[in-house]
T-cell receptor
Framework: DAKTTQPTSMDCAEGRAANLPCNHSTISGNEYVYWYRQIHSQGPQYIIHGLKNNETNEMASLIITEDRKSSTLILPHATLRDTAVYYCIVSSGGSYIPTFGRGTSLIVHP | DADVTQTPRNRITKTGKRIMLECSQTKGHDRMYWYRQDPGLGLRLIYYSFDVKDINKGEISDGYSVSRQAQAKFSLSLESAIPNQTALYFC????????????FGSGTRLTVV
């Protein structure tokens, strides 16, 4: 399964959009892009996933480039409660078990 | 009630003691996992089970054992706890084939003194 690359840390002002990038240049056709977040010491929480179309739910939007080699998670109006580590994972499911590496530490400041 | 429940939430134990961490789920998922997280690091897989009769080692299984008592229950044991097993432990579940995401428990903070 494809590996992912994310920036180590980012910051964002409260009320502004937070755009978290993820590079997955080796992604294959049957692999989905998933995003999770982990608020301090809590279990990771599923946010959103997509295959090739952009997706939106009540938490966030996921923009996947046409070549599928990268994606961006968008939190449209970040709040202080969005401060967390965000993990981008690529998986086709089946017997593959994704790893949760270091992710991107997002700090939302007042 | 939470979909994935871990007990205890916090535990302090002494070196050499046997300890069991329990996980139960109401998601109806076949797949269950145990992860460990050390400060400032990601999650590392300890053991996983794709169904009641299936148990598999993850990347850091040494010093740990597991038991899948039922579809809904997956326990992690430290037979003889040591200080470097002090960590945050998470249980998770997923469906088959796992493309709809993982559900995690709230974690067990274990301290071995």
């Amino acid at each position: 399964d494809a590996k992912t690359t994310q920036p180590t840390s980012m910051d964002c002002a409260e009320g502004r959009a937070a755009n978290l990038p993820c590079n997955h240049s080796t992604i294959s056709g049957n692999e989905y892009v998933y995003w999770y977040r982990q608020i301090h010491s809590q279990g990771p929480q599923y946010i959103i996933h997509g295959l090739k179309n952009n997706e939106t739910n009540e938490m966030a939007s996921l923009i996947i480039t046409e070549d599928r080699k990268s994606s961006t998670l968008i939190l449209p109006h970040a709040t202080l409660r969005d401060t967390a580590v965000y993990y981008c994972i690529v998986s086709s499911g089946g017997s593959y078990i994704p790893t949760f590496g270091r992710g991107t530490s997002l700090i939302v400041h007042p | 009630d939470a979909d994935v429940t871990q007990t205890p939430r916090n535990r302090i134990t002494k070196t050499g003691k046997r300890i069991m961490l329990e996980c139960s789920q109401t998601k109806g998922h076949d797949r269950m996992y145990w992860y460990r997280q050390d400060p400032g690091l990601g999650l590392r897989l300890i053991y996983y089970s794709f169904d009641v009769k299936d148990i598999n080692k993850g990347e850091i299984s040494d010093g740990y054992s597991v038991s899948r008592q039922a579809q809904a229950k997956f326990s992690l044991s430290l037979e003889s706890a040591i200080p470097n097993q002090t960590a945050l432990y998470f249980c998770a579940t997923s469906d088959f084939p796992g493309v709809w995401g993982y559900t995690f428990g709230s974690g067990t903070r274990l301290t071995v003194v």
